[in-house]
């Protein structure tokens, strides 16, 4: 049988150890280390980067190591710093990368074909038998088709009614 173990929580004096070692920090730090990076304004980002190049020395190490004493704060901290990790990993990448390239080279000869009176399992085997196996299918030449009659009619301005 397992002996009974209390819950872990935080000890009154590293809450106040805790409070002292915030207290003696620059409000940027301590501000970065309760609310994140990004809540830093754009003159405490500057007071950091120049502390930065100063090279004085960052007080994390001391800071994660009396917050992994206070069990709520600690997974406070990590649930921030792995939201500000991903949102630097998504830093320049595009929002909806680009999907596959569309066949408006095919669009032309599509109607060619069709108007010439092929139907569209006939125009795809034509096309697939002059661009490669694969190129097309019925019911991809059917869209490719429909959606140049659809852009056809959205770019026709409507009558006038004068």
Partial sequence: ?????????????????????????????RKWFEQGFSSLTADEQSEWSNDVIAGKPEPRGEYERLVSRIPAKLRKYRQREADESARVRLMGIPANPPGRPRKDFLRAEVEHLR?????????????NREHGEGTTTPESVRALSKSRRLKARKTTPPPDKT
């Fill in 1 to 29: 049988m397992k002996p009974f173990c209390a819950p872990r929580t935080a000890i009154p004096s590293v809450i106040r150890l805790l409070a002292d070692f915030l207290a003696a920090l620059p409000s940027y730090q």
């Fill in 115 to 127: 108007e010439s009176g092929l139907s569209y399992p006939r125009v795809s085997m034509r096309i």
